[in-house]
């Protein structure tokens, strides 16, 4: 057996909201193996979101280990935190996040770019990325010029340009209708039969099903399985 | 992220945004090409002024006797002649008199001389001949004009040999002066020139109140003034009797004017680059709070806080060097405007140049660095939050 991709033992996170203490994870274990396809259900405020920029390496948990492919993430200072959320985490947000004055190809070249890759190179690998969710020919459209469902696509491809362990997907079908909600899912099993870990957030059910595996969460607590 | 992609970025950002980023830049913009055009005119006019102080001759001395109870007199004034450094010497009594050829008159200097005024004062003459000894000893009603008061009175025809009058009396013209040009408060161009002795009558002075010396050379107008001085001493009891001046203390003078002028347009730049720099300073503010959620979306991604620090940093001293690329063309182009409107001079340094625009550059990364900053430390889950 191999080491798991992400093993969380005992996360807790709590935030001040005004006078009340808000447990947002409350001894969360978790371990997700490689290439797994994991959904993470739970209504909103039940602490998804927190273990999402857990998971993410967006912030860092008050106690508790996290081991990210071999990193420990809690005990990693700030830009280390930066270097890992680029090379093993590529995220895909609900509403596509893209930058607006950027073309797709640029879009898709970002985490190249700050991992300091020349600019042919950038260019080169952010096509093939583009070709692999069919939107090559769109390469140089502007996210405005271009539908929700294309932008999310240019989003997957700048999720994968740069090759993480990881795709973590917050609520990728939310703001999308449900056919073309349909083609992204079927584009995200499609990436998890290759071989890619994805983990996908959502509240939908419907979408969550499509995982291998599902989660629960509430209040901060964590069970395995559907528990809504 | 390397630099040149980051100056790429900041371009397009800046491009994006024209007009506020032509507004962000124009204190930048005003502030660079005033301190060029007003350092390009100062400094042409306190050339120009230098040019004509050394058009004087820099061997000039120039004397004034303010002490109208003891009389200096022509006698005196040879003894001056003979004290050591001093070449020559010409006495000069001056008034204002109307000249007149037939109906066409004019008001002008008249001044009377010796023919040593000419070398002394560095003239030359263009038609006939200047003032001799011998109108100097027997008195000649002959005059010499300048070349202003001879175009005024005779037109394109040559005076030489015509007639003048002078306050009613009639003088004969025996020279016409090349042009020479105005300078500190006198115009050799506008005047005739008189015998010293001819004057003494016609202005109804006798004594000398102004003369003229020459030193040897340069190394010995300081000989020649103290040796003047101490001669003017033996008649005058006090020093504020007479005044002294040789060219190069008038030279210190201006020098000195210009140098507080100077400085006090650079003061007054380095305020309005200052302004400049709080304006970007606030624009920058403004641009880190409208694009917080592309802060964050960077942050996701792996740019580090350096990245961003990095990223509005070379976009406001973008902003700024382009605003200080076009202040200097601004400055230069208003310079050029001035000086053929006036016809005055403007003369360009280099370096003040150089200095306006790394000045700008300055003054954009240091206001920039604190919105720049305030970028960087944002939470990248905080700043994705943010519609």
Known sequence: ?228 | MNLMTSIIMAFRNIRANKTRAFLTMLGIIIGVSSVIALLAIGQGSSKSVANSVNSLGTNLITVNITNTDTHFTMDKLNQVGKVYGVKSVAPVLSGRDTVANGSTSSQVSVTGTTSAYMGIRQLTVADGRFISSFDENNRTKNVVLGSDTATTLFGTQSPVNKSILINGERFNVIGVMNSKGGSMGQNSDDAVYLPFSTAQRLLKTTYITQFYAQADNQGDVNWAVNGISRLLSETYSSTDDYSVVNQQDVMQALSSVTGTMTMLLAGIAGISLLVGGIGIMNIMLVSVTERTREIGIRKAIGAKNRDILLQFLIESAVLSMLGGALGVALGILAAQIYAAATGGLAVYSISVMAFAFLFSAAVGIIFGVFPAYKASRLSPIEALRTE
């Open chain 1, 1 to 228: 057996m191999t080491e798991p991709m992400i093993s969380m033992n005992q996360i807790e996170k709590s935030y001040q909201m005004g006078e009340n203490m808000v447990h947002a994870l409350d001894h969360v274990s978790l371990t997700i193996n490689d290439g797994d396809f994991l959904s993470i259900v739970g209504p909103s405020g039940s602490g998804k979101s927190t273990l999402m920029h857990m998971m993410g390496c967006l912030d860092k948990p008050d106690s508790g280990e996290y081991v990210l492919g071999g990193s420990h993430i809690d005990r990693l200072k700030d830009r280390d935190l930066a270097v890992i959320r680029n090379q093993k985490i590529g995220f895909i947000f609900q509403n596509f996040n893209l930058l607006g004055k950027l073309t797709a190809v640029e879009n898709v070249e970002l985490p190249l770019l700050y991992r300091g890759i020349k600019a042919k190179e950038r260019r080169a690998r952010a096509l093939v990325c583009l070709e692999q969710v069919g939107l090559r020919e769109r390469a140089g459209h502007l996210p405005s010029q271009l539908s929700g469902g294309q932008q999310q696509r240019v989003a997957i491809a700048r999720a994968l340009s740069g090759e993480p362990q990881i795709l973590l997907a917050d609520e990728p079908t939310g703001a999308l209708d449900s056919r073309t909600s349909g083609e992204i899912m079927d584009l995200l099993t499609a990436l998890n039969e290759k071989g890619r870990t994805i983990i996908l957030i959502t509240h939908d059910l419907h979408v969550a099903r499509k995982a291998r595996r599902t989660v629960s969460i509430r209040d901060g607590r964590l069970w395995e399985g559907e528990h809504i």
